[in-house]
């Protein structure tokens, strides 16, 4: 089967994400090992369209392994949403010999290589690269954990200073119509209250539940809510209304954004990232394609990527379970 695969392309897409570089670094080696060339796709769908890419060997991806970020770069590009778009990215990989592709990304982007496929018949393998954790099929993408573990370490140093001043914090984390990172966080830091989009709390029980919190005894509050459209859209709203009803607390808005795409990924992401590389490769010389690779009980899957990207990955009842009981 590996006898028909010339060469694969790489590349990463839409926002990044933790492990993008390990992921990179594992398709490459798995490609070498299998005596296979892989090019390096730079800025994601543009680099196709501009011709932006480069042969990759194993030295040459040394040293990624723990850097956050990217280093084939990433971009939201609108062109490739075109037919015309999608002709000139065939174009280049019908130039350079490439048959097919390891697309690194969240849901626009293995939406895009998708269609890809289907319009030119490049085989496509998807790697879920996103710290939202809203893919089907996986238990965890790619990013999440390192995200979820820079969120829970910033939460606790703004619990430190919400003691000492008997402040209300309202800390905002990302997951765009996600709940995961704010869910998890919340637990993981001990916060008084979460609010997540697929469990509409509303204002007034949030306003009840403070209340509740102030006669127990708790002289300040973490209260952990998932982004909303636009950057502090949620947070906002939810701290003017408190300030409203609660004058007498104190309120703090804390907006963490950015930072959680950032930084060194975890163990955890690393070696996801090099499973899910190795698995991917595994996956085309199989002839197998418009598959996301995902992880299941520790192991090692597929799963089609229309399903994948259908709808968001249902929260864990259970974990709202425990969080409503223990932040009492």
Known sequence: MSSKLKKIGVLTSGGDAPGMNAAVRSVVRSSVYNNIDCYGIYKGYEGLISDDLVKL?????????????????????????????????????DKY???????????????????????HGI????????????LVGTRCTLGYDTALNTA??????????????NRLFFIEVMGKGSGHIALNAGIGAGAEEVLIPEQDMGLDRLLVSLKKSEKSGKSSSIIVVSEGEKIGENVFN?????EKNLPHYEIR??????????????????????????????????????????????????????????????????????CDIISI
């Not at 939810?238 to 408190?242: D, R």
């Open 57 to 93: 060997n194993a030295r040459g991806v040394n040293n990624i392994v723990n850097k956050g970020g990217t280093i084939l770069k990433s971009a939201r590009c609108l062109e490739f949403r075109t037919k015309e778009g999608r002709h000139k990215a065939k174009a280049t990989l």
């Open 97 to 119: 010999g490439i048959d097919s592709l390891v697309v690194i990304g969240g849901n626009g982007s293995l939406n895009g290589a998708l269609i890809f496929e289907e319009e």
């Open 123 to 134: 085989k496509t393998i998807g790697i879920p690269g996103t710290i939202d954790n809203d």
């Open 152 to 165: 829970v370490n910033a939460i606790d140093k703004i619990r430190d200073t919400a003691s000492s001043h």
């Open 238 to 242: 939810f701290s003017s209304y408190i």
């Open 253 to 322: 808005v804390s907006i963490l954004g950015h930072i959680q795409r950032g930084g060194s990924p975890t163990c955890f992401d690393r070696v996801l990232a090099s499973r899910m590389g190795v698995h991917a490769v595994d996956c085309l010389l199989k002839n197998k394609s418009k598959l996301m690779v995902g992880i299941v009980d520790d192991k090692m899957i597929t799963v089609p990527i229309e399903k994948a990207i259908r709808g968001g990955q249902e929260l864990d009842k259970d974990l709202i379970r425990v």
